[in-house]
């Protein structure tokens, strides 16, 4: 099946800082990236996503960049803010089927 | 706006107990899905379902039970509960897409 790998498990940034999360997925029929915030006692809220037909999206602050060669996406946070501090997962569709699977997760902490 | 609603917020049950979470959400999705969450682990699809009268098995289904018999509601059933279902559950509806994904704020569930 689909197997999602997310890159580092802990991040500490400075605030204004840039944080970079990078996860690579091992199905070439994923077509669809998203990326979820998850503060303490909630549940995940996405944040931003990527389809297979785009190299690079971005909004505000977020962008996330594709390689479907390499078979890896990352996350970028620019101007990071206090509350950027949560935990990131990355995702991506299993190929033929429905549902996701899921990187296990970044720890971002910003750093006053 | 509800969105998708997740009942009851924690439990605690012993080994053998059976008991149904309950998912609803108003936003008229076809697609729903429970996953479980444990530390480490990142989120794992437990079962599925792409529309009223639909199931389907997800990563990690053995123990676990599932019906959708209306629309905006997706039942999970743990027949025999055992300690290592202890975890944080999830819910997720989709539009007709099906994706993105949006979350509830999960069910803490812990067996003794």
């Known amino acids: 099946g689909e197997n999602v790998e997310q890159h580092p498990s802990t991040l500490s940034v400075q605030e204004g800082d840039s944080a970079v999360i990078k996860c690579t997925y091992s199905?070439?029929?994923?077509?669809?990236f998203p990326w979820y915030k998850q503060e303490l006692g909630k549940g995940p809220q996405l944040i931003i996503d990527i389809r297979s037909n785009v190299g690079e999206k971005k909004d505000q602050r977020i962008a996330v960049t594709l390689n479907k060669t390499a078979k890896h996406f990352s996350l970028h946070i620019t101007e990071t803010q206090p509350e950027d501090s949560a935990v990131y997962f990355c995702a991506a569709t299993i190929g033929g089927a429905d549902g996701l699977t899921f990187g296990k997760g970044t720890h971002l902490i910003i750093q006053p | 706006n509800a969105g998708v609603t997740q009942t009851p917020k924690f439990r605690v049950l012993k080994t053998g107990q059976s008991m149904t979470l309950l998912c609803a959400q108003d936003m008229n999705h076809e697609y729903m899905y429970w996953y479980r969450q444990d530390p480490g682990m990142g989120l794992r699809l437990i079962h599925y379902s792409v529309g009223e009268g639909t199931t389907a098995k997800g990563e990690v289904p053995d123990g676990y039970n599932v019906s959708r018999l209306k629309k905006q509601n997706f039942l999970l059933g743990l027949e025999s509960a055992a300690p290592s279902q202890t975890s944080v559950y999830f819910c997720?509806?989709?539009?007709?897409?099906?994706?993105?994904?949006?979350f509830g704020d999960g069910t803490r569930l812990s067996i003794l």
């Open positions: 199905d070439s029929a994923s077509n669809y």
């Open positions: 997720a509806s989709s539009s007709t897409d099906p994706l993105p994904q949006h």
